[in-house]
């Protein structure tokens, strides 16, 4: 092949904004990048000289799709700050939330995002057209997940009932075992369309990636657990910073997050799963087998399976907690803002985010750094782009676009999310 120039001005189906770029010279794909020219959005800048309590209002505005990730991350690092852990109902609640989180933002990718990829369709809009049932489907198991959010957080998008100790007000348990019958219909749903995406055809890929989330003692992994690798990384959230390191490229206003000394790793789906297949639910896991996928996963064009297997544990955990849930005495904890940096990570949709936070005595922010699964996983995109092109060569022009944004909405990527300040340098003569 000559030398050729592919560029994709805006990608469809993912949010945010950011195009594809391809370089192909003599039959060698010598460049590909994922160009995210988003304006940055100072969300870490806009939080310092704030008071700490009003962190979950300000980050959940990051994101539109995955609030709640940011609203617990955030408040996750703040109780560490101050020396506060939380258990009992207020985390049970959290809990629950996290799940509505899962099952509305993995729904969206899978049946509006990423579904008409391997169905043919340039959008949701015409895929509905012709298969109305599976866009109803995907409504339902969203709407399952919304109300949920509702309930627990105010309302479904920005919620606004998170507080740094728990929450303002508790949901009673009327209103949560009222969401049950839709929730177990979802989650019938959910089971249904794991088998539905294993039965997708789907592009030959693997790459032996260095996968890393979160992982607990006993639980598939959302606001809880130390950090873990496939390549033996066990850290505390804590030590996140001594093991990654964020830089700039010129070709994008997010950073690229990599571990250090090893480069390019995955967060997200494909990594909670390979890293934590032995915590999913009996129901989760029988749903996964059935597909095919009781083994490691390193194909991320079937991330649509495993996110469909990570609906169907959000929903089976959303109604044991709804079943198990109690009022908890107060729906918050008192938390004294001390002197001090604290970290936290939970599992966003999308993989692991992490935030930390330095106070001041009398609980004003000095310092806030926001670290999205985006930008971690942007090194490990343009790789597989090089890699997936590379072995595609011989398709038209069209065909390998095509292909190429594909590869990189198997990420689900949240462009708005990534976008952070490029340090400005000024030189004059």
């Not at 310092?48 to 962190?55: K, L, S, V, W, Y």
């Not at 348990?173 to 979802?186: F, H, N, P």
């Not at 990636?209 to 657990?225: K, Q, T």
């Not at 590379?390 to 069209?398: C, G, I, P, V, Y």
């Amino acid at each position: 092949m000559p030398r050729k120039t592919i560029k994709v001005q805006a990608l469809a189906r993912v949010e945010g904004e950011g195009g594809l770029y391809l370089r192909i010279n003599n039959d060698t794909v010598q460049d590909a990048r994922l160009e995210i020219f988003e304006p940055p959005r100072f969300f870490e800048a806009f939080l310092r000289g704030r008071d700490f309590m009003e962190t979950p209002d300000i980050v959940a505005r990051i994101c539109g799709i995955c609030p709640v990730a940011y609203q617990m991350s955030g408040v996750h690092a703040l109780e560490n700050t101050c020396g506060v852990k939380i258990d009992g109902p207020i985390r049970d609640l959290r809990r629950m939330l996290y799940c509505g989180e899962w099952i509305e933002s993995n729904v969206l990718h899978v049946y509006m995002l990423h579904a008409p990829d391997f169905l043919g369709y340039p959008s949701a809009i015409e895929l509905a057209k012709d298969h109305p049932g599976v866009v109803e489907k995907g409504l339902a198991l969203k709407k399952a997940g919304n109300d949920l959010i509702e309930v627990i957080g105010g309302r479904a998008i920005h919620p606004i009932n998170i507080k740094v100790g728990g929450f303002h007000k508790s949901p009673s348990k009327q209103k949560l075992r009222a969401l049950l019958d839709d929730m177990k219909r979802a989650r019938d749903i959910a089971v249904e369309t794991v088998a539905w995406a294993a039965s997708l055809d789907m592009p030959d890929y693997e790459r032996e990636y260095e996968f890393v989330s979160l992982r607990h003692d006993s639980e598939y992994p959302m606001n809880e657990g130390r950090i873990v690798s496939s390549a033996g990384m066990d850290i505390a959230v804590p030590d996140y910073e001594k093991h990654f390191e964020e830089i700039h490229v010129p070709h994008s206003t997010a950073l690229h997050s990599t571990i250090k000394g090893r480069g390019s790793y995955l967060v997200g789906p494909l990594a909670r799963f390979n890293l934590n297949r032995d915590r999913l639910s009996p129901l989760a896991a029988e749903a996964a087998r059935s597909a095919g996928y009781d083994r490691p996963c390193r194909n991320p064009f079937a991330s649509i399976v495993v996110r469909s297997i990570e609906v169907v544990e959000a929903c089976d955990e959303a109604i044991r907690l709804i079943e198990n849930y109690s009022l908890p005495d107060a729906p918050a904890v008192e938390v004294e803002p001390k002197a001090a940096t604290g970290f936290g990570a939970t599992e966003a949709p999308r993989g692991l985010l992490y935030h930390s936070y330095r106070l001041a005595a009398d609980g004003t922010i000095e310092m806030a750094r926001i670290i999205p699964p985006t930008s971690q996983n942007q090194p490990s995109i343009e790789q597989d782009l090089q890699e997936v092109a590379q072995k595609s060569l011989n398709m038209n022009e069209d065909a390998l676009t095509h292909l190429c944004e594909q590869t990189i909405r198997n990420y689900d990527p949240c462009i708005s999310c990534a976008t952070h300040f490029l340090k400005l340098n000024i030189e004059r003569t």
